[in-house]
């Protein structure tokens, strides 16, 4: 890395981020890693915390949640009462003290946590090398769904915010668009190993949720209390007799699951069947909890 710029607004920012080697930095929780395991080097840092998008505001009977609003001023916020899948999730995410520094866009599009890709020794498949190392090694920690890669999601919030309706604002030099929140994601393939689908600088501004379902709820499994990435991860919601259920930790990306068979199409690997489990279980939790409110 070799500059750094905090802009004072977001145009500054987008203008910024659209010269080549330019990465936005929120809470950096994430990207500190990153770069000190080199698996990204950026030229130009650009700091978000003055471009304006650190605000919680009702909009349309929802809310509109500004992409550097950290996970603690969210958990606290008396606007997400309604949505108690979501204010779980921010206050359960990693420590207390990453939560005071860690954003809401960090927290969704941060990299994955599977030591194969972090570790500096390896060259895995999804980092653009030729062999996902935890299919043929420790992958105790990995996703139930097969693939090329068989990395998990490490959000918290991404299942939460999904589950509960939301929309992603995104900006760039070439306009504005929303998308379905599990449309930010994607499955790596041999041409694109990205999981998000943001092209090249753009930045997600805001997540942007509908009125409040009738009943959510949020549950996790991780090593410990305190910081502590799910393992396994799930959000439920009711919209009426509509339920919904969204898990995180099980593949790449978040996933929609079908309440009737959360299990369907995630078959495990050898040494991740305690998933299984941990999700039948951490489904049946959620599901009675919104099904009996």
């Known amino acids: 890395m070799s500059g750094y710029a905090r802009p004072s607004s977001l145009d500054e920012a987008l203008s910024l981020l659209d010269g080549d080697g330019a990465a936005p930095l929120g809470g950096g929780t994430d990207l500190a890693g990153q770069l000190d395991r080199g698996i990204t080097s950026p030229t130009l840092l650009v700091d978000l915390r003055d471009a304006g998008l650190g605000a919680i505001e009702e909009r349309d009977g929802g809310l509109r949640i500004g992409a550097t609003v950290t996970l603690a001023e969210?958990?606290?916020?008396?606007?997400v009462a309604g949505y108690a899948a979501v204010g779980a999730a921010a206050s359960l995410a990693a420590s207390p003290l990453l939560r005071n520094v860690g954003t809401v866009a960090g927290n969704l599009c941060q990299h994955t946590r599977c030591w194969y890709y972090r570790g500096a020794e390896w060259h895995c498949?999804?980092?653009?090398?030729?062999?996902?190392?935890a299919q043929v090694g420790d992958h105790r920690k990995h996703g139930l769904q097969p693939g090329d890669c068989i990395s998990a999601h490490p959000s918290d919030l991404a299942p939460a915010l999904a589950v509960s309706g939301a929309t992603v604002e995104t900006r760039s030099g070439r306009g504005t668009r929303e998308l379905p929140l599990l449309e930010l994601y994607r499955r790596p393939s041999a041409d694109n190993r990205s999981l998000l689908t943001l092209e090249p600088g753009e930045l997600v501004v805001a997540v942007l949720l509908p009125p409040?379902?009738?009943?959510?709820?949020y549950e996790r499994l991780g090593e410990r209390a305190a910081f502590s990435f799910p393992l396994v991860a799930i959000a439920a919601a009711r919209r009426g007799d509509e339920v919904r259920l969204?898990?995180?930790?099980?593949?790449n990306v978040p996933?929609?699951?079908?309440?009737?068979?959360?299990?369907a199409g995630l078959p495990g690997n050898p040494q991740s069947?305690?998933?299984?489990?941990?999700?039948?279980?951490?489904?049946?939790?959620a599901l009675h909890r919104v099904q009996h409110r």
Do not use: N, Q, Y
């Not at 498949?125 to 190392?133: A, K, N, R």
């Not at 969204?246 to 593949?251: C, E, I, P």
């Not at 996933?255 to 299990?263: G, K, T, V, Y």
């Open 74 to 79: 969210l958990a606290a916020s008396p606007l």
């Open 125 to 133: 498949w999804l980092g653009g090398g030729d062999t996902c190392f």
């Open 212 to 217: 409040p379902p009738d009943a959510s709820a």
């Open 246 to 251: 969204v898990a995180g930790g099980v593949a």
């Open 255 to 263: 996933c929609e699951l079908d309440p009737s068979d959360p299990l």
């Open 273 to 285: 069947a305690w998933k299984r489990s941990a999700l039948a279980t951490l489904a049946e939790r």
